[in-house]
């Protein structure tokens, strides 16, 4: 091809404007992007509820035995240490215990909706 003819195939390329896409690929390429959205809507907030829900339900069922736990440590500490420290310091210790322990418990409750999240998106990312 010379160089008078490149040059006559650009002009005509340029002066040319590109056709509109027929209709069926228009309305394939809707189906296709709705379907998509679909895919990645968030679930329904009652899902949501009911997850959470259960999460907590299960960590519920440990509360009891950190409790028990928390009052034999107490009592046992009680009972030990009773004739060498004086009450003041042992009740300074129970509330740095228990504090320590609300503290820990509260914050795994925290973290439930954000392990529930996860959970979640890991889920719809698979999908």
């Given amino acids: 091809m010379s160089a008078p003819d490149v040059h ?3 002009a005509a390329l340029a002066d040319e404007t590109p056709a509109p896409p ?4 228009v309305a394939r390429a809707r189906r296709r992007a709705l379907r998509t ?3 990645h809507a968030p679930a329904p907030t009652r899902a949501l509820l009911g997850e959470l829900a259960l999460a907590v339900a ?8 950190t409790f028990a736990h928390a009052w034999l ?8 240490l ?3 420290v004086p009450p003041v310091v042992l009740e300074g210790l129970g509330v740095v215990y228990f504090g320590s322990l609300a503290l820990a418990v509260g914050a795994l ?4 909706p954000l392990w529930v999240a996860s959970v979640r998106r890991a889920r719809r990312e698979a999908a």
């Fill in 58 to 65: 299960v960590l519920a069922l440990g509360l009891p035995v």
């Fill in 109 to 112: 409750y925290a973290f439930v």
């Fill in 82 to 84: 009773g004739g060498w």
């Fill in 8 to 10: 006559a195939l650009l």
């Fill in 73 to 80: 440590v107490a009592e046992g500490a009680a009972a030990l």
């Fill in 22 to 25: 027929a209709p069926d690929v």
């Fill in 37 to 39: 959205l679909r895919a």
